[in-house]
């Protein structure tokens, strides 16, 4: 099974101030069909999980440009330029290559 | 506007049955693999199965394998999640999602189940 490994586990993070998460999986992601399947999702409190960014960059529908995605093979990063106070919740990485697994989530506070 | 409507969720004794279904609206149900993620209280997310869009093949977490089965009935637009021989670790909140390549993309609000005596 793939892990997913996030860091940090909880970020006190600025309104208006940049925030930053990794997530590392214990084999590469890149699938047989080239493509990586890397996603975010962001859960706020007491809602269900809700999907930021796809296949490493690619942001869903109606998510705010402030939310970027990068990385290659193992390593990953979220970043939201400027954090807003709605931004308050848990995020996860996950990964669709091998079945799918989470990473443990990210708690990320004002 | 997709929309993901799960039910079925409530008390259930150790070594029970349950089953939940997932209303799907707003997209062609048919044409989309479907999820079940689960989430215990307090901890992360957790999948736990899929099915292909005909309903043809169907995958699952070691840990419900051989007692958890997904079905889905496309002419009512419905998924379920037929649960026996549950356990206390089997205790969370039980989310149907839709499929995107790759993984979930739109998520349903989530129905709790909870085994205990």
């Known amino acids: 099974d793939i892990v997913m490994t996030q860091i940090p586990l909880s970020s006190p993070v600025t309104v208006g101030q940049p925030a930053s998460i990794s997530c590392r999986s214990s084999?590469?992601?890149?699938?047989?069909?080239?493509?990586?399947?890397l996603s975010w999702l962001q859960q706020r409190p007491g809602q269900p999980p809700r999907l930021l960014i796809s296949?490493?960059?690619n942001r869903f529908s109606g998510v705010p440009d402030r939310f970027s995605g990068s990385g290659a093979g193992t390593d990953f990063t979220l970043k939201i330029s400027r954090v807003e106070a709605e931004d308050v919740g848990v995020y996860y990485c996950?990964?669709?290559?091998?079945?799918?697994?989470f990473g443990q989530g990210t708690k990320l506070e004002i | 506007e997709v929309q993901l409507v799960e039910s079925g969720g409530g008390l259930v004794q150790p070594g029970g049955s349950l089953r939940l279904s997932c209303a799907a609206s707003g997209f062609t149900f048919s044409d989309y693999w479907m999820h079940w993620v689960r989430q215990a209280p307090g901890k992360g997310l957790v999948w736990v199965s899929r099915i292909k869009y005909d309903g043809s093949i169907s995958t699952y977490a070691d840990s419900v394998k051989g007692r958890f089965t997904i079905s889905r009935d496309n002419a009512k637009n419905t998924l379920y999640l037929q649960m026996n021989s549950l356990t206390a670790d089997d205790t969370a909140v039980y989310y149907c999602a839709k499929d995107t390549w790759g993984g979930p993309d739109y998520w349903g609000q989530g129905t709790p189940v909870t085994v205990s005596s």
């Open positions: 296949k490493i960059s």
């Open positions: 996950m990964q669709g290559t091998q079945l799918y697994t």
């Open positions: 084999q590469s992601l890149v699938y047989s069909d080239g493509n990586t399947y």
